[in-house]
């Protein structure tokens, strides 16, 4: 009878193992990503004390989570090159990175496979990261260099980049693929004219009016998914041109 639960019990375990790892890339971004980003939300509400204005003052949770490229230049809190793309500054900037990488995600883990789009969406992140301290470090100290390029001393969080880069790798794969801007439902575009357009529309406004927009990640991200799409066009060469057939406009 010990033996018999004992196998109901293992067997169970194991359904619930394999319905988990039915889960798509995709989703299993997506759920790591909320737990992270609304663990530092309580994080900080209980270690981050509001200063004049309702601003929050530097803390700990920020250097151990976020990335401030000003940190990576000294050498310090080096995996928030990867923490940071789990991190989002509040539930409206959480809400719409997850409902893009949703958006987006699907169609390209099924194009790639599960492996190969983790390792792309993490390497594009990182290495959008990483361009974001390089550029804020070397130009940013300038109020106009800050405004393009970032200050070494702003944090940064989000998986921008690493959607960026999605998006990237569909301007090379799939051209002619449609998009529509999130808040114009209705109007649809080719993915070579929307994305460029949106990556660098958002850049002037953001240096205009100094909106506290992370536009070198965006492009880091969105060069290294134009740098893969193009190995993956030239390597697979008819099977990409067996996708765009499929996605023709």
């Given at each position: 009878m010990v033996n018999y639960y004992k196998r109901i019990g293992r067997a169970r375990r194991r359904n619930f193992l394999d319905r988990l790892g039915g889960f798509s890339a995709v989703t299993w971004l997506i759920i790591i990503t909320v737990l992270i980003s609304v663990l530092v939300f309580i994080l900080t509400g209980i270690y981050c004390v509001p200063v004049e204005g309702g601003v929050l003052e530097t803390c700990k949770v920020f250097d151990l989570f976020a990335l401030k490229p000003g940190n990576i230049l000294q050498g310090q809190y080096l995996w928030t090159l990867l923490t940071h793309m789990f991190v989002h500054g509040g539930i409206g900037h959480l809400l719409i990175n997850m409902f893009v990488l949703f958006s987006l995600g699907g169609l390209c883990e099924r194009i790639i496979g599960k492996k190969r789009f983790v390792w792309f969406y993490l390497?594009?992140?990182?290495?959008?990261g990483l361009l974001s301290v390089v550029l804020s470090g070397a130009f940013g100290l300038s109020d106009l260099g800050a405004r393009i390029f970032g200050s070494p001393e702003i944090f940064m969080v989000g998986a921008s980049g690493a959607i960026f880069a999605i998006a990237g790798l569909y301007v090379v794969l799939l051209p002619r693929l449609k998009f529509m801007i999130i808040f114009l439902p209705f109007f649809g575009f080719p993915g070579y004219i929307l994305i460029p357009a949106v990556l660098f529309g958002v850049w002037l406004l953001s240096v205009?009016?100094?909106?506290?927009?992370?536009?070198?990640?965006?492009?880091?991200?969105?060069?290294?998914?134009i740098v893969y799409g193009v190995y993956l066009r030239r390597k697979y060469k008819r099977k990409v041109k067996m996708l765009q057939r499929m996605f023709r406009a």
């Open positions: 390497i594009s992140g990182v290495f959008a205009i009016f100094n909106w506290p927009v992370g536009n070198v990640a965006h492009f880091g991200g969105f060069l290294v998914g």
